[in-house]
């Protein structure tokens, strides 16, 4: 659970709740609580494997303004328009161009991914 201090917004491990409401289905995500603090202009979670990947998501776009994935640890790849297939190890990261195509197409078991957007809420359609 987030608590606001002040000016501070502190999410803490010890708290930490990850729930399955995100994109994919064999992920769990922990909300960072940055979507509350900067009123939805921002959005930060953890994004957990919670079961094997046994097949690609599907290509998507998103529209939003910034993406970025950060590896904490394991490994994925990703498929980008343009660019092909991007393998990512933990202490990796990856900016998305605003409205790329792309796709998640592998992750080990331990994958554990930190994704930051602006804004927080965003649309999402098949490319």
């Known amino acids: ?12 491990a010890s708290d930490a709740r990850f ?7 064999n992920f769990v995500y922990r909300d960072l609580g940055i ?3 900067t009123g939805g202009k921002a959005g930060a ?8 990947m046994t097949e690609a998501h599907g290509r998507h776009r998103h529209g939003l303004e910034f993406q970025m994935v950060y590896v904490l640890q394991g490994h994925c790849r990703f498929w980008y328009e ?10 990796d990261s990856v ?10 197409t592998s992750c080990s078991d331990d994958c554990e991914l930190l994704e930051i957007t602006l804004p927080a809420d965003f649309t999402t359609e098949d490319a």
């Open 95 to 104: 900016y998305q161009t605003p409205g790329i195509a792309h796709e998640l």
């Open 45 to 52: 979670h953890v994004i957990r494997a919670a079961q094997p």
């Open 19 to 25: 729930e399955g409401d995100g994109l994919r289905d």
């Open 1 to 12: 659970m987030s608590q606001t201090i002040r000016r501070v917004t502190v999410n803490r």
């Open 35 to 37: 979507k509350q603090a």
């Open 82 to 91: 343009g660019d092909g297939e991007v393998a990512l190890s933990a202490g």
